[in-house]
């Protein structure tokens, strides 16, 4: 969901909370827009599981690719 922040207070906290986190590692800059990516769940972890078994069936164990 896209959230756009005007009030400059409100974004310099989550920035600042971020940062102390460390959630801030996989934040970007867009043609100019600080874009804060939601940190990574369970059906996130599932996909790129299922994701990587296939490249490995595919491109790893025939030996076209390390995976």
Request: hydrophobic content about 45%; proline content about 6%.
């Amino acid at each position: 969901m896209a959230t756009l922040i005007k009030n400059p207070e409100l974004e310099e906290r989550l920035r600042a909370e971020r940062r102390a986190s460390g959630a801030f590692r996989w934040d970007e800059v867009w043609e100019g827009v600080y874009v804060m990516a939601p940190l990574p769940n369970d059906e996130h972890q599932f996909f790129q599981q299922r994701l990587g078994t296939i490249f490995d069936i595919v491109l790893g164990l025939p030996g076209h690719a390390e995976v």
